[in-house]
Nanobody, 123 residues
Framework: QVQLVESGGGLVQAGGSLRLSCAAS????????MGWFRQAPGKEREFVAT??????YYAESVKGRFTVSRDNAKNTMYLQMNSLKPEDTAVYYC??????????????????WGQGTQVTVSS
């Protein structure tokens, strides 16, 4: 079992920045690929970013603005979000994937999820 807790969400103006954190506890954090997803009201959960085998991958909509990183010593993953836009408004979730190879953009690939943190970007 892995327990995940997100923090760092809030209200920010367009063009601003936020840094989300995902604190993990339970089994060995470093053994898991980690990802960020988001879900806006009335929409499906969508892939944002992932970090696996030391490489990072991003959705086209956030590429160049968001940066995902992890600190295995602190059992924590981060999402630095810059140049935020109103369309980034959503609940952001972190997730853990314990498989070696999987479709990182598919939420079904992830076994464990946090409770989510709200990000609201005002225009």
């Amino acid at each position: 079992q892995v327990q995940l807790v997100e923090s760092g969400g809030g209200l920010v103006q367009a063009g601003g920045s936020l840094r989300l954190s995902c604190a993990a506890s339970g089994r060995t954090f470093s053994a898991y690929h980690m990802g960020w997803f988001r879900q806006a009201p009335g929409k499906e959960r969508e892939f944002v970013a992932t970090i696996r085998w030391g490489s990072t991958y991003y959705a086209e909509s956030v590429k160049g603005r968001f940066t995902v990183s992890r600190d295995n010593a602190k059992n924590t993953m981060y999402l630095q979000m810059n140049s935020l836009k109103p369309e980034d408004t959503a609940v952001y979730y972190c997730a853990a994937d314990g498989r070696t190879y999987s479709d990182y953009g598919d939420p079904r690939s992830y076994e464990y999820w946090g409770q989510g943190t709200q990000v609201t970007v005002s225009s």
